[in-house]
């Protein structure tokens, strides 16, 4: 089966029924069928595209190279990285308080040369008339550079704190909380479920053949009695069929299966 009639073969299908026998949620189905690709990672996209071609048998290799095109696209729109030390509120007042003593000592050095070309050539009148410095005007001179020198470490001060400000408040404005789906456990039969809150570890129990849901924003060790069941995390539906049980970590949108040493050293040394 080509995959243009493959594709057409599930739109005819329905998002309903999709989503109904796959387990994929409806939103993330009609993305699929539109081909709109952006708002999955590579992962969830080859997950996705694993299971409608395992369960009704279509050929869907041609979104594979259009979902990748598509990243390298959205990839190419992102603005790059910021250097280490761009926008370094001490760097950039470090570079304020330099250019300010530079200027500093610029006054004095021609204030300095000034004085000097003065009683040069007011001392060269064929020694006749004696020149004494005014001591007022040396101390005024040196008040105002002072003065100067003062100002300019205010300016650095409140340079850096208005910096500082400014990037607390763009932190604050840019930051925006990450929400994740649920966890969702479906038991093929009627199965022993234990799941422990991986900060809090406190512990839940239930027996059931039905579904389970999972806060999707919190962290979570699970084990199961049997490996006859599917868990849903992050857009991704994975099926097991064994006898033996499961040990899984869901933690930021992710879940993946783990061994009894794994699970142990996160759970205080108990496999429960």
Known sequence: MSDKIGIEKLRQIGVDAISQR???????????????????????????????????????????????????????????????????????????????QYVVWTFAVLLAVAIAVTVAVLGSGRGKTKIELNNTAIDKARDNLANLASSSRRSTLEAVETIQRQHQEEASSS????????????????????????????????TTAHPWELDGNRSWLIVTGHGLLSIECGGVNASFAQRDRLLFLYEDGKCREIDAQEFRARNGGRIW
């Open 175 to 206: 930051s925006e909380a990450v929400e994740y789906e649920d966890v969702v456990i479906r038991p093929r039969t009627k199965v022993w479920l234990g799941v422990i809150d991986a900060k809090t570890h406190k512990r839940y129990t239930r």
């Open 22 to 100: 796959t387990h994929i949620p409806k939103r993330n189905v009609e993305r699929l069928l539109a081909e709109d690709f952006s708002a999955f990672s590579p992962v969830q996209l080859s997950g996705f595209i694993r299971i409608l071609e395992r369960e009704y048998g279509v050929d869907l290799s041609s979104w594979k190279p259009a979902s990748t095109a598509q990243r390298y696209e959205t990839t190419a729109d992102k603005p790059a990285s910021k250097t280490p030390h761009e926008n370094d509120p001490f760097t950039d007042a470090a570079k304020t308080r330099r250019r300010q």
